[in-house]
């Protein structure tokens, strides 16, 4: 059973940093997907980036680039989020996702089967 435990959240005050953490376990999949998506009160779920581990690269969505770097530590498994200069609007609740093969197309999160609990992120002003 795929299990992914996300830590590192907190309260940050805006134009400060967070290093986000995902530990992955239970991976039976020769080649995957594994990403982190966030998901701000009231609003739907946003994915953030994507590392691939067919090609070893990593994907973020055009509207986010900049501020938000992923780093994939293949022998434990673990991804993390670096956020830089983080702003108000950053407040939400992270998840991390897994899916077999590769990253999807746009970073779909309807294509993750698997996700852990998530993280909260609070920037304040």
């Known amino acids: 059973e795929v299990q992914l435990v996300e830590s590192g959240g907190g309260l940050v005050q805006a134009g400060g940093s967070l290093r986000l953490s995902c530990v992955a376990s239970g991976f039976t999949f020769d080649f995957y997907g594994i990403g982190w998506f966030r998901q701000a009160p009231g609003k739907e779920r946003e994915s953030v980036a994507c590392f691939g581990s067919m090609d070893g690269k990593f994907y973020y969505p055009d509207s986010l680039k900049g501020r938000f770097t992923i780093s994939y530590d293949e022998v434990n498994y673990t991804i993390y989020l670096q956020i830089n200069h983080l702003k108000p609007e950053d407040t939400g609740v992270y998840y991390c996702?897994?899916?077999?093969?590769?990253?999807?197309?746009?970073?779909?999160?309807?294509?993750?089967?698997?996700w852990g609990r998530g993280t909260q992120v609070t920037v304040s002003s």
């Open positions: 996702a897994n899916r077999s093969k590769w990253c999807p197309m746009n970073i779909a999160s309807m294509w993750f089967g698997f």
